[in-house]
């Protein structure tokens, strides 16, 4: 089993639509998580990182349920900017290792 | 806040051929920087940990001395890819922790290099 687990999509939705996106983590012992966005042929860039008593930025809802080992991203009002890849990313080690998904593509259309 | 600058940011090479890439942290401090790998459709993979001053610890399966990392700074770190072969052309991003912040706020990624070896 992966560390780390998405969904690849893609998830295509029209402008304006809510979208969830899912992903699981095999290690118990984690102890931080994030989101981070990938644009086509870029450097991944912070989103926003997950509380356990979830967080909200934006048009942005982030959740993380410890005793099931997932997170969840909630995008609200979506944006045709909001395209690209949307990855999880675990941490197990206090800001040493991180983990990453392989990423759940998101295209917003017109 | 944090800012990591990586170059190239693509290169072309020919089989057999070595490549550096450098990564350079230019308002902070990294005594560590990671180096990833990633395919087409495919995840960031770390490759290597590199710390400054020491030898980089690697991932299984990736050959140590295929891809030499030199970490001789606290604001410099080097991936060179030794006798490059096809198969190695493949997006690589090092990243950088400014321990002035906290957590994911903390990691900033340069901003790739895409090898094309040919």
């Known amino acids: 089993r992966k560390e780390v687990e998405q969904d690849p999509g893609p998830f295509n939705v029209p402008e304006g639509a809510t979208v969830a996106f899912n992903c699981t983590y095999s290690n118990s012992a984690s102890q931080s998580f994030f989101w981070y966005r990938q644009d086509c042929r870029k450097e991944p860039k912070l989103l926003m990182s997950v509380y356990s008593s979830g967080n909200e930025d934006g048009r942005f809802t982030a959740q993380l349920n410890r005793a099931s080992q997932y997170i969840s991203l909630l995008i609200r009002d979506s944006k045709l900017s909001d395209s690209a890849t949307y990855l999880c990313?675990?941490?197990?080690?206090?800001?040493?290792?991180?983990?990453f998904g392989p990423g759940t593509r998101l295209s917003v259309l017109p | 806040g944090a800012v990591v600058s990586q170059h190239p940011s693509r290169v072309i090479c020919k089989s057999g051929t070595s490549v550096k890439i450098e990564c350079r942290s230019l308002?902070?401090?990294?005594?560590?920087m990671f180096w990833y790998r990633q395919f087409p459709k495919q995840s960031l993979m770390l490759m290597a940990t590199?710390?400054?001053?020491?030898?980089?610890?690697?991932e299984q399966g990736v050959e140590k001395d295929k891809f030499l990392i030199n970490h001789a700074s606290l604001t410099l770190s080097t991936l060179t890819v030794t006798s490059a072969h096809p198969e190695d052309s493949s997006f690589y991003i090092c990243s950088a922790r400014d321990l002035g912040f906290s957590g994911g706020k903390g990691y900033t990624f340069g901003s790739g290099t895409r090898l094309t070896v040919v």
């Open positions: 308002d902070f401090q990294a005594t560590t």
């Open positions: 990313v675990v941490n197990d080690n206090y800001g040493q290792n991180f983990v």
């Open positions: 590199s710390n400054e001053g020491s030898k980089a610890t690697y």
